[in-house]
C-alpha cells in the first residue's frame, strides 16, 4: 500500500460533565485526508484546501502529531500529507484533532499497522499541543477509537471505550465567531469549589451509566457541567437561549462542543436532533449571527478508510 | 403488622474516587433493630444495645431521621425503636447511617410502606446530619437500597443504582482508633486544584464502565483519589501500608472506607478477599494497633428483614 484516502471525523469533547475527559464521534461532519508514502525521508503537507493553514510540517498540528509517531518507528522512506478540510478551525468540534488523528491514522497504516489506536492517540496529542497549548486527549481519542470514549487518566494514559446506545443522536451548531482554544482555556481557574467538583463527578458517574442502560433521561439529567459551562458560556452569544431551546424542544441536554464556540445537543433518534437543531438556529436566526448546523449518529468506529492502493 | 425486626448492613462510602457520592452496601455486617408500633405518638429509643449512645429522640441519630419522615406523614399512634449496635460508632463503615436507614425503613414498614427507598434516603440524611454535620447520603443510600449506589445530584436528589459484578468482595480492616467524622471533615480543602479533580472525574467515569461490563482490572486503575485521601490519610496510622498490603497481595485497589479510620479493598472473589484482610491485618499487627476485619459481598438488597408479627 502506497496511498490511503480516509475521513477524519468531527468529535464533541467534554460532554458538559466530563471536562478533559469525554469525547464522542461524530458520523458524516469531518475532513478528508490523502497520505502518500514517498522515497524522500520526513513529513510534508503538499496540499491544504477548505482552511488557510501552515504548510511547514512543524507549525501544522497533522505535521507535527506525524513527527511524533515517526520518532518512535524509524523509516527511511517519508510521506506527504494532504488535508482536505471541512472542519472549520476553532469551530468547537475537533478541527485540530481530526488532522491530528488522520495524519498517524494514515501513516500508521501505510507502515504496516505497528501502533493500536490507543498508541496512536498519544501521538496526535502532541499535534493538540501545537494547536491549543494543552496535549488533550478528549478529541483525538474518539476520533480514532470512535463512539464515546473516557480518558480515565493521563499519566498514564488509558482510554476507555463507552457504551452508548444506538438511538443517541447529537445535534451541533456553530455560530460563525472565531473563539481560539487557547482563550477559552485562559477563562479557566486553576481552582475550583469542592462542592461543584462533586456535582461533576457525580453527573460524569450518571452520564456513563446512562450510557450504558440506555437510560436516555438519566443521560440527560447528567449533561451538566458546574466547573466550565459557567465560565466560557460567556464567550459564546446566546449560548443560553441556545441551550434552552434544545432542551425545550426535546433534547435530553445541551452544553458547550469542546472550546466552543459550537454548542451540541443529545437526543434520542434523529428526528429529535434535527428539531434540536433547527430551534437551536431559530435562535440564532433572531439574533442576525450566521451558523451552520450538523446531525448526527454517533460513530462507533472513528476514521474511515475510503480508498487505498 | 405491629413489630418489625430487621438486619442494618454496614456501608462503605467514597470508594476512593467519589467523595459523597458513591457507596457500597456489606453484607452480613451490621446492625439488628427493632420496631414496635405503639398507641402513644411520637417516637422513643427504648433500648440500645453494644454502644452508648443518647437514649433522647432528638439527640440520636435514628430518632432524628424517624422524626423527619413523621414530619411528612402524620399519625396519631407512634414508634418505640430497639437499636442492637454490632457497627462500631466512628469505624468509617456507615455506623451512624445504619441507625438512621434502620429507623426509617422500619417506620415506613409498619405505616404501610408509603415512601419508596429513594425518598426515604432524605429522611434518613437527617440523622446523617446530626452524626457528622453533613447530610450525606453516600452511606443511607446504600444502606436502604443495596449493592453501589451513585448520588447523581444532592438537589434535587438523585441516587442511581449501579450495576456490579457478582465476584466483587469487599476486605475492611477497623483500627481500634477513635477519628470521629467531623475531625474527617475538617481536614478537607474547600477549593481543589482542577487538575485533581479532572482525575477524580476521570476515575469516577472509569470505575462506573467497570462495574458494568465487570472490567476487574479498570475497577482497580480506578480506586484512586487525588483529592481526599492525600489529606485524610495522614489521620489513619500506617494507612500506606495497609494499602500497599492489600494491593500487593491481589487486591483489586483499596483506599479510606467512608471518613476513616477504616480502609476498604475490593477484591475479585471471596478468596482473595480474605487474603487482602489478613495482609492488611499483619501491617497492624506489627504496628501493635488492635483491630476488627470484615470480608463481604456486595448486599444486593440493603436491609433485610428478620421477623415481623
Redesign the interface.
Known amino acids: 500500500m502506497k496511498t490511503i484516502r480516509f475521513f477524519c471525523p468531527a468529535t464533541i469533547a467534554n460532554l458538559s ?6 469525547g464522542l464521534c461524530l458520523d458524516k461532519v469531518g475532513d478528508e485526508m490523502i497520505v502518500h508514502k514517498t522515497s524522500q525521508p520526513g513529513v510534508r503537507i503538499t496540499k491544504i484546501t477548505g482552511a488557510e493553514l501552515p504548510m511547514e510540517t512543524e507549525n501544522n498540528v497533522a505535521g507535527v502529531a506525524a513527527l511524533s509517531l515517526l520518532q518512535q518507528w524509524k523509516t527511511d522512506y517519508g510521506f506527504d500529507i494532504e488535508i482536505h478540510k471541512r472542519i472549520k478551525a476553532g469551530s468547537g468540534i475537533g478541527s485540530s484533532a481530526a488532522s491530528a488523528a488522520g495524519a498517524v491514522f494514515g501513516i500508521n497504516a501505510l507502515l504496516g499497522s505497528p501502533f493500536e489506536a490507543a498508541e496512536l492517540v498519544k501521538f496526535a496529542m502532541q499535534g493538540e499541543k501545537l494547536a491549543g497549548g494543552s496535549a488533550h486527549a478528549d478529541n483525538v481519542a474518539p476520533a480514532l477509537l470512535g463512539g464515546i470514549t ?5 499519566n498514564p494514559l ?1 482510554i ?1 471505550r ?2 452508548s446506545p444506538v438511538e443517541l443522536y447529537a445535534a451541533v451548531i456553530h455560530p460563525q465567531i472565531e473563539l481560539k482554544t487557547s482563550d477559552s482555556r485562559s477563562v ?8 461543584s ?13 446512562g450510557l ?2 440506555s437510560d436516555y433521561d ?1 443521560i440527560g ?2 449533561l451538566q457541567d458546574h ?1 466550565v459551562e459557567p465560565l466560557r458560556s460567556v464567550l459564546i452569544p446566546g449560548f443560553h437561549e441556545v441551550k434552552n431551546a434544545a432542551i425545550s424542544n426535546g433534547a435530553l441536554g445541551a452544553g458547550i462542543s469542546g472550546a466552543g464556540p459550537s454548542v451540541f445537543a443529545l437526543c434520542k433518534g434523529k428526528q429529535s436532533a434535527e428539531i434540536a437543531a433547527a430551534a437551536m438556529g431559530v435562535v440564532l436566526d433572531q439574533m442576525d449571527l450566521p451558523y451552520e448546523t450538523h446531525v448526527s449518529a454517533i460513530n462507533p468506529n472513528g476514521i474511515k478508510i475510503l480508498s487505498q492502493e
Chains 1, 2 share one sequence.
Open positions: 460533565c466530563g471536562f478533559d475527559v469525554l473516557l480518558i480515565r487518566s493521563y488509558d476507555i463507552i457504551e479557566l481557574k486553576q481552582q475550583v469549589p469542592l462542592k467538583a462533586i456535582m461533576q463527578w457525580g453527573n460524569v458517574g450518571g452520564l456513563v451509566a450504558y442502560t438519566l439529567r447528567s466547573i
